[in-house]
Nanobody
Framework: QVQLVESGGGLVQAGDSLRLSCAAS????????MGWFRQTPGKVREFVAG????????RYADSVKGRFTISRDNPKNTLYLQMNTLKPEDTAVYYC???????????????????WGQGTQVTVSS
């Protein structure tokens, strides 16, 4: 059974940094693309960043380009999201996710992912 557990969220001020982690278990982590999404109350879950299985191809939402960096440590079965220069509009619950199958292309929509973590809250005060 695939399990994803996010951590690293918290309350920070605008301009601060945070690093989110996602610990994966239940299957061979290094064979699958991974993604980060976020959601605020009343809004749809939106794509933030994605990374392919080997880590040499990444995609970002326009709103986070240049500020967020997705990475992975395959031997540690862990996905990361380094978030710099945080803004109040980055406030959301952040989720990591992975597809059902070994898709090589990073998926940009929620329908491309089958397994989700429970989420970690990030709150950025102005």
């Amino acid at each position: 059974q695939v399990q994803l557990v996010e951590s690293g969220g918290g309350l920070v001020q605008a301009g601060d940094s945070l690093r989110l982690s996602c610990a994966a278990s239940g299957r061979t982590f290094r064979r699958y693309t991974m993604g980060w999404f976020r959601q605020t109350p009343g809004k749809v879950r939106e794509f933030v960043a994605g990374i392919n299985w080997i880590g040499d191809s990444t995609r970002y939402a326009d709103s986070v380009k240049g500020r967020f960096t997705i990475s992975r440590d395959n031997p540690k079965n862990t996905l990361y999201l380094q978030m710099n220069t945080l803004k109040p509009e980055d406030t959301a619950v952040y989720y990591c996710a992975t597809p059902l199958s070994q898709i090589t292309i990073v998926q940009l929509i929620t329908a491309g992912y089958a397994y989700w973590g429970q989420g970690t809250q990030v709150t950025v005060s102005s």
